[in-house]
């Protein structure tokens, strides 16, 4: 698992070999929960305050984290997201 990016308390993650579709883990102090990057599906418990966060966050790097995303299943050493 890597991190790729912290997020005002929120640690934003991608497991290399994950099961498709494509999406990221989010650990808050409240829980965990996933979000499918595309369709913006979420499994688990979030905060609407967390929802909006991420989901700022996924328009602002969609390109990116499905880049990192592809990198990861196929074993390739990720890099954090950058500011």
């Known amino acids: 698992m890597g991190s790729i990016y912290i997020l005002k308390g929120l640690?934003?993650?991608?497991?290399?070999f994950d099961h498709n579709p494509p999406h990221i883990h989010v650990r808050s102090g409240d829980g965990e929960f996933?979000?499918?990057?595309?369709?913006?599906?979420?499994?688990?418990?979030a905060s609407?305050?967390?929802?909006?966060?991420?989901?700022?966050?996924?328009?602002?790097h969609e390109e990116e984290i499905?880049?990192?995303w592809d990198k990861a299943q196929r074993g390739e050493k990720i890099k954090k997201i950058e500011r």
């Open 66 to 68: 499905m880049d990192i």
């Open 34 to 45: 996933t979000i499918i990057i595309k369709e913006r599906i979420v499994d688990g418990e």
């Open 11 to 16: 640690l934003i993650y991608i497991y290399a």
């Open 48 to 60: 609407v305050k967390a929802l909006k966060l991420v989901n700022q966050f996924i328009d602002e």
